[in-house]
């Protein structure tokens, strides 16, 4: 008969010895496995004269429930042997001292460039991105500037040589969407323009955001009611806006839109000089020309358009009175106006 009891001992010897995961797995597939000790009596069982049968069974059975709860032991204490190794070598220390690096946050333009993008797309339009190197048919003729025209004069233009000048509006983007897409539409364009003006209220380098909607029977109305809906977004419930008339070439008629003070709610203070009102942009409903120009029929279709100063409302908005902060790149200036630092 074989030596149980011989067997037993061996077997715990070895388990004994045993250090890793990993040799616990061999040494219970040379117990368990196929061609394992303790299978291999249970299968030789049946070789066995019957009468000695089951005793012989009980006792390899025996064997093979001890030797299995005793490597289930071994085995979850090499388990968490080999966790608490990981964790020391892995060990964070929480007390120590180490400079804090800061994260990076969004610049206030970009700011109220996405809050100004999130309503607009919130409301159906597309935001295009138009070239910030023009040509003067963009810049000025399709939006019914002619060579010889005044309004010129308010936009010093940089001229490049060969034609070429670096857009003085993002009104140009009006001009090449309806080139390419016809009506109805509905678009945003923000982006840097260029205008050789330098004081502590210009830059020579700002950005704006023009607003464009062409469909049948657009309004007046319509623009006032995206417009109140906008400075609302932007400044407040509260906010009430006011349109005054004004000229520019590529809107018939033309308005100055203004908005309530945020800051004394229209009763007048620093921000609004008193006025009560922040003059904040330029709209009017698209000229017939424009329209012509790009090849769209007048008598179908009309338009609104707009055309935001972003570095101006930021400007309100963060109470700086010199552009030039928006550009130096002065982090604790910056830092005042970070949201989620
Ligand atoms: N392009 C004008 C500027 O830079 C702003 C403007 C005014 C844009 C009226 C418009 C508009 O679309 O309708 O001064």
Redesign the pocket.
Known sequence: MYDIQSIREQMLAKLEGVSTEREIADLKSTMFGKSGTVTGLMRELKDLPPDQKPRAGKEINDLRVELSAACDVKEKALHRAAIERTLAADEIDLTIDKPVRSVGAEHPLNQIRNKLTDYFVGNGYIVYDSPEIETDYYNFQALNIPPDHPARD??DTFFLGNGLLLR????CG?VRLMEKVKPPLKMICPGR?FRNDDDSSHSPVFH?M???VVDKNVTLCDLKGALDGFAKFIFGEKTRIRFRPSY?P??EP?VEVDVSCFNCGGDGCRVCKNTGWIEI????MVNRKVLENCGIDPDVYHGF???VGLDRIAMIQCAIDDIKHLWENDVRFLRQFAKGE
């Open positions: 308010m936009q003085s509006q993002t009104s009006q323009v704006q023009e607003g464009l520019f590529f809107t033309s942009l330029g709209a009017g358009a707009f055309g």
